[in-house]
């Protein structure tokens, strides 16, 4: 499978909150994570970050989704880029909050970094966490 393949299966699998469980396949161990995002600042692995998503998408945002704008791979860096739409609604149980009934529609992107052995090397999350946390009734 291709790089950008890899990279793909393993955007799905974390978009579509399968957690550590369902990534893992995808993903070099120690992987590293990144995000100058408040609510995700700390989490340091891509497996960590996988399992956040799926807590979130499971629990506060119960029935949330996302919608690929574009996607890129680079060969030279070995990296693919995903600009993706998350929609996601405060029904669920969990939150700083109580449910609010408020939604979000929040852009990011991905920078996916493929190592030689095409496993997840790095992940970096670039996201303005306060629109969409200010949507939801967080903020």
């Not at 957690?19 to 995000?35: I, L, P």
């Not at 692995?45 to 890129?72: A, E, F, H």
């Not at 998350?86 to 009934?101: L, R």
Request: hydrophobic residues 35%.
């Amino acid at each position: 499978m291709s790089k950008m393949g890899i990279a793909t299966n393993f955007f799905h699998a974390c978009e579509g909150l399968e957690g550590r469980s369902g990534c893992q396949q995808y993903v070099a161990d120690g992987a590293r994570f990144e995000a100058q995002s408040e609510p995700i600042a700390d989490i340091v692995t891509v497996l960590d970050y996988c399992d956040w998503m799926q807590g979130l998408g499971q629990g506060p945002l119960k029935g949330c989704n996302y919608r690929i704008v574009t996607s890129s791979f680079d060969e030279d860096s070995s990296t693919a880029l995903f600009f993706g739409t998350f929609t996601g609604k405060h029904i669920g149980e969990g939150g700083p909050v109580d449910a609010t009934g408020k939604e979000t529609s929040s852009h990011y992107v991905y920078a996916i970094t493929i190592n030689d052995e095409n496993k997840v090397s790095g992940m970096i999350k670039i996201w303005n966490a306060p629109w969409a946390l200010t949507e939801l009734g967080w903020m």
